[in-house]
């Protein structure tokens, strides 16, 4: 029971994290109190301080110049993370020009650093907006261990890539560097839990904050608005 309340709050945290058999249950568990929350939980009127998401007392500058920043923190190994894809890919598509989206993989658990490096080897090739519905797929839907290098190597064959550009890239410096940054960055906004939400480098949300998965662009573009507000004054 305590399972159960804990992983429907469509979160994955450093605390929740079960080994071997009690993970598959976890999930499973997960899958149960997210369809419960789909039928249940009620659209928001507005977003609520303190509640539906927490303003930073300290807010980090942005990386992306003068636009708006909408930072997700995830990992492709994350169930909820792979749940929310779906979602996140047509709002990405309808962002304004104003705002730019990036994702920061965090590193909870061993595995998840390997998935870390995936995810900025196939930035780095440029193939990461095209692969990344594929790699949610492959974990979760193929339960394919993509966190082992050789597995990795040879699923980016299959999807077409250079096997020996993708392991140059894969054990890269510029990989190596953008870890190092990815962990500094979580540690700057004390992420405990994904998919974690960051707008304009000072509002923090996620779906367990809004309700469900499906609520949360809309809760986005709500806080984008509200960046974009308190730019106009300054």
């Given at each position: 029971?305590?399972?159960?309340m804990?992983v429907?709050r469509?979160?994955?945290?450093?605390?929740n994290?079960p080994r071997?058999?009690m993970?598959?249950?976890?999930?499973?568990?997960?899958?149960?109190?997210l369809?419960?929350?789909?039928?249940g939980?009620?659209?928001?009127?507005?977003?609520?301080e303190g509640?539906n998401y927490?303003?930073?007392?300290?807010?980090?500058?942005?990386?992306?110049?003068?636009k708006?920043?909408v930072i997700e923190?995830f990992s492709s190994?994350c169930?909820h993370?792979?749940e929310?894809?779906?979602?996140l890919i047509?709002?990405r598509?309808?962002l304004?020009p104003d705002?730019q989206f990036r994702?920061?993989?965090?590193?909870?658990q061993?595995?998840w650093i390997n998935?870390?490096?995936?995810?900025y080897?196939?930035?780095?090739?440029?193939d990461?907006d095209?692969?990344?519905?594929?790699?949610f797929?492959a974990i979760?839907g193929?339960?394919?261990s993509?966190?082992?290098?050789k597995?990795?190597f040879?699923?980016?064959?299959?999807?077409?890539?250079d096997?020996?550009?993708?392991?140059d890239?894969y054990?890269?410096f510029?990989v190596?560097?953008?870890?190092n940054?990815?962990r500094?960055?979580a540690?700057a906004?004390?992420?405990?839990?994904?998919?974690?939400a960051v707008v304009?480098?000072k509002?923090?949300t996620?779906?367990?904050?809004?309700g469900?998965?499906?609520?949360l662009?809309?809760?986005l573009?709500?806080l984008?608005?509200?960046a974009?507000?308190?730019r106009?004054k300054s």
């Open positions: 029971m305590v399972i159960l804990e429907s469509s979160t994955i945290t450093q605390s994290l071997g058999p993970r598959r249950r976890t999930f499973l568990a997960a899958a149960v109190g369809a419960a929350a789909a039928f939980a009620p659209a928001f009127a507005e977003l609520v509640k927490v303003r930073l007392k300290a807010p980090v500058p942005v990386e992306t110049g003068k708006i920043e923190f190994g169930p993370c792979a929310l894809e779906k979602y047509p709002w598509a309808k304004p705002v994702r920061v993989p965090v590193m909870f061993e595995r998935l870390g490096k995936i995810y080897t196939l930035d780095v090739l440029g990461e095209k692969l990344s519905p594929d790699v797929a979760h193929s339960n394919m993509l966190w082992n290098d597995t990795f040879d699923w980016a064959a299959s999807k077409g890539l096997r020996k550009k993708v392991e890239v054990n890269s510029a190596s560097g953008k870890m940054r990815a500094q960055q540690q906004f004390d992420i405990q839990s994904v998919p974690t304009d480098g509002f923090v996620g779906s367990d904050k809004v469900t998965h499906a609520q662009p809309a809760a573009d709500e984008i608005a509200k974009r507000a308190e106009s």
